[in-house]
């Protein structure tokens, strides 16, 4: 069983940056594969990120190319996601995911609790 902690969201200003962070325990993530996800206000939750184990084979939706950058630490037993030039529509409440197998942007077993990202324009 893995726990999933997120934390570094906030209120930050269209065009501003801030850096997820997703704390695990349980047991390691080295085999895991990491991702992120968002839900806004009366919309569906949607897939933004994933990253493999050893931090290659990114994927990202297309609305955060070019400006999100996942990434991951297996030491730290924690995964990352630097926004940058956020925009209002990024404004939504951000999980952190895991699972095993492969890359993909479904069927995730781990589910973080979620921290919340506003982007004021």
């Known amino acids: 069983q893995v726990q999933l902690v997120e934390s570094g969201g906030g209120l930050v200003q269209a065009g501003g940056s801030l850096r997820l962070s997703c704390a695990a325990s349980?047991?390691?993530?080295?085999?895991?594969?990491m991702a992120w996800f968002r839900q806004a206000p009366g919309k569906e939750r949607e897939f933004v990120a994933t990253i493999s184990w050893i931090g290659g084979n990114n994927n990202y939706a297309d609305s955060v190319k070019g400006r999100f950058t996942i990434s991951r630490d297996n030491a730290k037993n924690t995964a990352y996601l630097q926004m940058n030039s956020l925009k209002p529509e990024d404004t939504a409440v951000y999980y952190c995911a895991a699972k095993m197998g492969v890359v993909s942007n479904r069927n995730y077993d781990y589910w973080g609790q979620g921290t919340q990202v506003t982007v004021s324009s």
């Open positions: 349980g047991r390691t993530i080295s085999t895991l594969i």
